[in-house]
């Protein structure tokens, strides 16, 4: 009843992840993996291939360096989606995008929900966002790509915008906002699983897809379905989102079209952030931090 579509550019990654889900999705399935390692197509375009070749009514989009611990989790995944009435379902999204350059994660306060286990050097880490999320869904317009669920049906209607986005970023951004807009995007926390890996490429060509997509999206964003300060929202994000990129092998054209596009310099409470956001990297003030960090203990 369930087609998983992935992806592939890691091996080990992909036999581990076909293990596991063997012995905990607890219902039939179908692997629908393409191996991108010569390739090298878009995401977007890797995923509508697949999808259009599946032979369940319910698809799943994962990437490969995951693990899942919970039990029978493809038929909780299903009667999920079937008793919310849901289009598209995640384990991490939020509930506000933003029209300025970001990606799901809007900075904080109640918008952002997440649900999964980081492993860096056999040490687990739950990413609970909020910390005191009870059991069950919250409704959300754009969800991260790690995982990714929805019926058959919710692609055929939407599909991945390969002629936008050719690349591996935005793609998940893309799709469950359009979902949005006509349907029920929901994340969960009734599934857990653990992300083998942490984070992802932030640098130069993510920031250029940043800037493809919320180009292409003028006019339609800022998207929210529930009541938001979008002044208040917007100085989070963007103090975020400049903290954030300000560790990434981002070129110094980039960061400077970052910020004048959205006249950040404007807003004299974010100077600080910009300054950071310049001189963080090319000054080392991170090693600086953590020589501080060890000669206070």
């Given amino acids: 009843m369930l087609s998983l579509i992935v992806c592939s ?6 036999s581990n992840l076909k293990e596991n889900v063997a012995s905990t999705i607890g219902l039939e399935h179908e692997w629908l993996v393409w191996d991108n390692r010569e390739t ?6 890797v995923y509508n291939s697949m999808a259009g070749t599946a032979r369940y009514p319910y698809l799943c989009f994962l990437h490969e360096d995951l693990l899942f ?15 919310q009435d849901a289009k598209l379902l995640g384990i991490a999204g939020s509930n506000y995008k933003s029209s300025l350059y970001s990606g799901w994660y809007s900075g904080g306060g109640a918008r952002d929900y997440s649900n999964i286990y980081h492993r860096l050097n056999d040490h687990e880490y739950h990413l609970c966002i909020p910390e005191k999320w009870e059991p069950g869904e919250a409704e959300v317009v754009s969800i ?9 049906t919710s692609w055929e209607k939407t ?5 936008l986005l050719k690349g591996f970023h935005f793609y998940d951004i893309d799709f469950s906002l359009r979902v949005a807009r006509t349907g029920k995007v929901i994340v969960t ?40 300060d979008i002044e208040k929202a917007d100085r989070a994000l963007a103090v975020y989102w400049l903290d ?24 004299g409470s974010l100077w600080y952030s910009i300054a950071k956001f310049f001189l963080y990297r090319p000054l080392g003030l991170k090693y600086i931090h953590k020589l501080f960090k060890k000669n206070s203990h």
């Fill in 159 to 163: 599909r991945f915008n390969e002629q």
């Fill in 189 to 228: 926390n009734r599934i857990d699983m653990i992300h083998l890996t942490v984070g992802g490429d932030f640098g130069d060509k993510w920031v250029e897809q940043a800037f493809l997509f919320h180009d292409a999206m003028k006019g339609e964003l800022p998207f929210t379905k529930d009541p938001v």
């Fill in 9 to 14: 550019i890691n091996p080990d990654f992909l």
């Fill in 244 to 267: 954030w990129l300000k560790n990434y092998p981002v070129s110094f054209s980039n960061r400077r079209k970052w910020v004048l596009d959205q006249q950040l310099q404007r807003q």
């Fill in 144 to 152: 991260d790509g790690v995982f990714m669920a929805c019926p058959k």
């Fill in 40 to 45: 090298g197509k878009g995401i977007c375009e």
């Fill in 69 to 83: 611990k919970t039990a029978a989790w493809g038929k909780l995944l299903i009667g999920i989606l079937q008793t």
